[in-house]
C-alpha cells in the first residue's frame, strides 16, 4: 500500500488524497512538514489567515514495531513568533495515520462563514467535513469524551479548547495519548492556526488498521536493527533507569546545583523551592499514593519517562506531567506546592495551553503586578476564570510573555524571537543558549539539546559557563535533532545515540530496512543540514533576520546568581552558526 | 591526626536510596571527590556516576575539596 497526501481544503470543505510527489518521497515528521511549508505557504503570509497551512506528518518509521518511534509533527507559519514551526508530540495520532498510508495531512485555506467549527474525520482515502457546534465552547476532555462515545477507542484525537478557539497564542493541540489522556503539539501557538481554520478536532480512523503496521522492505532486517536499537535503550542508564523511575523532572535538582534553573522570572539560576517540585519528591509521592511513575506518551515507548500522578488521597490529579511544566509554575513562578501545580498541569491540558509559554507569561505577570510569587490559588485562578473566557486579562495573558511585556512597559522579558525562554538558563547553560538563539523555532530547548553536553555529561562535556566550543556543539545537535525529528523518534533516543555506537546506526538500519534505501549517518545528517537551512531561509523570506538571532538584552547586564554570569557572546559569534 | 574539613555532602536520584539527601560530613583535608564517593558507598559498577560538582561547577574525581565546599553526586540522569 502506497502512503498518500491527504489534502483538506477548509474555504470550500473539500479534500483530495493525492500521491507523493518524488521528492518528498524520502522524507518524514519535521523534513517533510517543514518542507511542505516552506513550498507551499507564502512566508509573508499572516499566520492566522487564509494562506497558512497546517501539515500533519508522522515519522519514517512511525506506525511501525520500532521502539519510541510515534512521534508526530506539525508544521505551520507561526502566529507567535512570526516563523516557521515544527511541532512534536507523542500519542497515538502518528501511528494511526502510517498504518492508514497517510503521508501527510494537510490543510489549507479557511470557511468564508466563521459562524461554527468544524469536525474532520480521516478514514482510508476519505475524509468527513462536518460542523460540529455542539463542541463549540467547550474543551478537550469534552471532545475527546465525544469522539470516544462516536468511534472506535483507539481513533486518533486532536482538539483545541476554549483558547484555541479563540486564537490566542499560549495555545496548543491537545493529542490523545494511549491511556485516553492528552499529550500536546506545543509551542508557538498553533492552537490558534487550528481556531483560525475553525477546526475543533481531527480524528484518524484506527479501526481497521489496528493490527496492521506500516509497509516494511526488508522485515528480516528490520527486526534485527530494531533489537539492537530497543537494547541500546534499555542498557542506556538514562533512558533505560533515570527517566523511567524519575520522570523528565529528574532535571529540577541538577540543574540547579548547577545554577541553571530560573527562579523568579529568570532573576537567579537557583531555586530554595528545589526539592518541593523535584523529580525525587514526585517519585515519592507517587510511591506512597498509588499512581504510577511508568507511563509512555506513545505506543511502543521502552523509556515511559511520564506517569500518572495522585493527590494525597490517592485520586487522580494528571498525568504527563513534566519537568517544564514543574520547572515554569514551581521555580519560575514560585508555587511551592507540587500538588497544585498538577492540579494546574490537569486545567491546562483541558483547556489546552502551552505549559512553557503560559508558565512564562505569568511569572512575567508577576513584574506586571498581575500576581504575586508563589500564588498557586491566583494562577489557576487567572487560566481557568479569565484565559478560558476571553475575558480582557485573560486575553492578555494568552497573548505570551512577549506581548505582555510590551503591554506592561517591562524590560525583563525573557523570549527569542517572541517564544518563552524553557528551564534552561541561556546564561548559566550557554551552549543552549545559542540554540535558543539561533534555532529557527524561536526559543525551543528541544531544537538542539546542549543541556545534554553542559551539564549532563553526555556526548563529553563543554563547560556550561564558557563561550568556548558552544556554537560548534549547539549547530551539531541541531542538525542531529532536526534529523531525529524526521524519523518520528522520541528525542530522548539522543541520550544513548550520544554514548553508545550501536544505537545511531541501528537506527538508520531501520530506516533503510524499511524503504529498501542505503542512507549513511552522513546523508542522514546532511538531510538535518537541508531542513535547518530551508526553515532559516523561510525565516528570512518572513522577514525574520540575523538580529532576531540575540538573546533579550537584560541578559547582557544583569549578572546571573549564583555564577553571576553574564550573556557574552559577540553577534558574529552567533551568526557564524550558519556557515556550514 | 590529619586536619579535618566540613563538607556539604548532597546526593541525587538514585543515589538517594539507604543514604540520605544532604548532609554535613567532616574529611581529612585534602580529601579528592573519589575519597568521598567511596565513604557514602557509591558503587560505580551498579550505577555509574553521572556527574560531580563541586559548588555548582563540574569536577573530576581527582578533584581535592576544600573546608566549607558543597559536593554533589548524581547518577547519569536526562530529560528535557
Known amino acids: ?35 511542505i511549508v516552506a513550498a507551499e505557504v507564502d512566508p509573508e503570509c499572516h499566520p492566522l489567515g487564509p494562506n497558512n497551512k497546517m501539515v500533519f506528518a508522522p515519522g519514517l518509521l512511525s506506525g511501525t514495531s520500532a521502539a519510541n518511534s510515534g512521534r508526530n509533527s506539525l508544521g505551520a507559519k507561526s502566529p507567535l513568533t512570526g516563523g516557521i514551526k515544527e511541532s512534536n508530540v507523542g500519542g497515538t495520532i502518528a501511528g494511526v495515520m502510517a498504518k492508514l498510508g497517510v503521508k501527510a495531512l494537510i490543510i489549507e485555506g479557511m470557511p468564508e462563514d466563521d459562524s461554527t467549527f468544524y469536525h474532520i474525520h480521516v478514514t482510508k482515502e476519505h475524509i468527513e467535513i462536518e460542523r460540529v457546534p455542539e463542541l463549540v465552547g467547550k474543551d478537550n476532555y469534552f471532545v475527546l469524551d465525544s469522539m470516544l462515545e462516536k468511534y472506535d477507542k483507539k481513533v486518533a484525537v486532536m482538539s483545541i479548547g476554549r483558547p484555541g478557539e479563540m486564537k490566542m497564542l499560549i495555545s496548543n493541540i491537545s493529542v490523545k495519548d494511549p491511556k485516553g489522556k492528552l499529550r500536546s503539539h506545543g509551542r508557538g501557538g498553533l492552537g490558534a492556526v487550528m481556531g483560525s481554520k475553525k477546526i475543533k478536532c481531527i480524528t484518524v480512523d484506527a479501526e481497521k488498521f489496528n493490527e496492521a503496521s506500516a509497509s516494511i522492505v526488508d522485515m528480516e532486517k528490520f527486526k534485527a536493527a530494531s533489537k539492537v536499537f530497543t537494547k541500546a535503550l534499555k542498557d542506556n542508564p538514562i533512558s533505560g533507569e533515570g527517566l523511567p523511575a524519575f520522570g523528565t523532572n529528574v532535571l529540577v535538582n541538577i540543574i540547579n546545583e548547577a545554577g541553571g534553573l530560573p527562579t523568579r522570572n529568570f532573576r537567579s539560576g537557583y531555586s530554595d523551592n528545589a526539592e ?57 513562578l514560585g508555587i511551592r506546592d507540587l500538588d497544585q501545580i498538577a492540579k494546574i498541569d490537569a486545567l491546562m491540558d483541558d483547556l489546552g495551553l502551552d505549559a512553557i509559554e503560559t508558565g512564562v507569561t505569568l511569572g ?23 484565559v478560558s473566557k476571553g475575558t480582557h486579562l485573560g486575553r492578555i495573558i494568552g497573548s505570551g510573555a512577549g506581548n505582555l511585556g510590551k503591554l506592561y512597559g517591562l524590560v525583563r522579558v525573557p523570549v527569542v524571537k517572541n517564544q518563552s525562554i524553557p528551564a534552561y538558563e541561556p546564561r548559566a547553560i550557554k551552549g543552549q543558549g545559542v540554540t535558543y538563539v539561533t534555532t529557527p523555532m524561536g526559543a525551543d530547548h528541544t531544537a538542539g539539546y546542549a543541556v545534554a553536553t553542559n551539564i549532563l555529561n553526555s556526548g563529553g562535556h563543554v563547560d556550561p559557563l564558557k563561550k568556548e566550543g558552544q556554537v560548534e556543539l549547539a549547530r551539531n545537535l541541531q542538525i542531529a535533532s532536526a534529523a531525529v525529528d524526521s524519523t518520528g523518534m522520541c528525542i530522548f533516543v539522543a541520550f544513548p545515540a550520544l554514548d553508545e555506537p550501536a544505537c545511531l546506526p541501528a537506527l538508520i538500519d531501520m530506516i533503510n530496512a ?67 | 591526626m590529619a586536619e579535618l574539613m566540613e563538607i556539604t555532602v548532597k546526593l541525587f536520584a538514585q543515589y538517594r536510596e539507604g543514604r540520605f539527601k544532604s548532609q554535613q560530613r567532616q574529611y581529612p583535608k585534602g580529601s579528592t571527590a573519589q575519597h568521598i564517593l567511596e565513604d557514602v558507598g557509591i558503587d560505580k559498577e551498579k550505577l555509574p556516576v553521572g556527574v560531580l560538582m563541586v559548588n555548582g561547577r563540574h569536577v573530576e574525581e581527582d578533584f581535592v575539596l576544600e573546608d566549607g565546599q558543597i559536593f554533589t553526586i548524581f547518577p547519569k540522569v536526562g530529560g528535557g
Open chain 1, 364 to 386: 512575567l505577570a508577576v513584574d506586571a503586578g498581575l500576581i504575586e510569587f508563589g500564588d498557586g490559588d491566583r494562577a489557576y485562578e487567572i487560566l481557568k476564570y479569565e
Open chain 1, 514 to 580: 524499511r524503504f529498501g534505501t542505503t542512507l549513511s549517518i552522513d546523508d542522514v545528517m546532511n538531510l538535518g543540514k537541508t531542513i535547518l537551512k530551508t526553515e532559516h531561509e523561510f525565516n528570512l523570506n518572513a522577514g525574520l533576520t540575523k538580529h532576531d538571532d540575540r538573546i533579550p538584552e537584560f541578559m547582557k547586564y544583569e549578572a546571573l546568581p549564583p555564577h553571576n554570569v553574564t550573556w557574552d557572546f559577540t553577534n558574529e559569534e552567533i551568526d557564524a552558526f550558519w556557515d556550514f
Open chain 1, 276 to 332: 518541593n517540585i523535584c523529580g525525587e519528591t514526585m517519585a515519592e509521592n507517587i510511591k506512597a499514593r498509588g499512581g504510577s511513575t511508568t507511563h509512555g506518551c506513545h505506543a511502543g515507548c521502552v523509556i515511559q519517562c511520564s506517569q500518572t500522578y495522585n493527590d494525597k488521597e490517592g485520586k487522580y490529579l494528571t498525568s504527563g506531567f513534566e519537568y517544564e511544566m514543574i520547572w515554569a509554575f514551581g521555580a519560575n
Open chain 1, 1 to 35: 500500500m502506497s502512503d498518500k497526501i491527504y489534502r483538506v481544503n477548509m474555504s470550500n470543505l473539500s479534500f483530495k488524497i493525492e500521491d507523493v510527489p518524488q521528492d518528498w518521497m524520502g522524507l518524514g515528521g519535521r523534513g517533510l512538514t517543514s518542507t
